[in-house]
T-cell receptor, first 115, second 113 residues
Framework: DAGVTQSPTHLIKTRGQQVTLRCSPK?????VSWYQQALGQGPQFIFQ???????QRGNFPDRFSGHQFPNYSSELNVNALLLGDSALYLC??????????????FGPGTRLTVL | GQSLEQPSEVTAVEGAIVQINCTYQ??????LSWYQQHDGGAPTFLSY????GLEETGRFSSFLSRSDSYGYLLLQELQMKDSASYFC??????????????FGGGTRVLVKP
């Protein structure tokens, strides 16, 4: 049973550039969430996708956008990169409507460095 | 808004017991989760409490008091492999609205021989 996969694992960009990160959810999951984790801090919620639509959004600027495809995979796009965007970007998948537990399965993350 | 407070670091020896406290303030509350993250790794789910009381899973237990907006994770019979960061997280929206998690800053647990 394949878990959550993300690509690439590492990425180096310069300020002002654009980046696209990719995520494939765990088999059987239909909801994808993206989190940003700065060094030494907890993950911060960016947004969540379900049925190819953004359902919830955290306190992130419009430079952060996303997409979900019919096969439930997802992309995170960040435009006009800033030094402060350097972080580990985590994708988490879950099955919508599950109750009794709150398990989200996280991928290994993409380490983005902005120079 | 939402905020979660947990200690930044705890050090203990192998075989000991460690309790990581978490207090939270949220506009809505549907449950408290705990995640473990080793350096360079992904957060992995440990436990979830939606109702008051203690949940036990092997060496790890988690407790929730909704009236006190407080929970804790108990790590028993500490092993070297338990050295990691532990995060409490609140789910503040339920049902079809989604399951966004708000995380605390994390507690770094260092287990010494």
């Amino acid at each position: 049973d394949a878990g959550v996969t993300q690509s690439p694992t590492h990425l180096i960009k310069t300020r002002g550039q654009q980046v696209t990160l990719r995520c494939s959810p765990k088999s059987g999951h239909d909801t994808v969430s993206w989190y940003q984790q700065a060094l030494g801090q907890g993950p911060q919620f960016i947004f969540q996708y379900y049925e190819e639509e953004e359902r919830q959004r955290g306190n992130f600027p419009d430079r952060f956008s996303g997409h979900q495809f019919p096969n439930y995979s997802s992309e995170l796009n960040v435009n006009a990169l800033l030094l402060g965007d350097s972080a580990l970007y985590l994708c988490a998948s879950s099955l919508r409507g599950t109750s009794g537990t709150d398990t989200q399965y996280f991928g290994p993350g993409t380490r983005l460095t902005v120079l | 808004g939402q905020s979660l407070e947990q200690p930044s670091e705890v050090t203990a020896v192998e075989g000991a017991i460690v309790q990581i406290n978490c207090t939270y303030q949220t506009s809505g509350f549907y449950g408290l989760s705990w995640y473990q993250q080793h350096d360079g790794g992904a957060p992995t789910f440990l436990s979830y409490n939606a109702l008051d009381g203690l949940e036990e899973t092997g060496r790890f237990s988690s407790f929730l008091s909704r009236s006190d907006s407080y929970g804790y994770l108990l790590l028993q019979e500490l092993q070297m492999k338990d050295s990691a960061s532990y995060f409490c997280a609140v789910r503040d929206i339920g049902g079809a609205a989604g399951n966004k998690l708000t995380f605390g800053g994390g507690t770094r647990v260092l287990v010494k021989p």
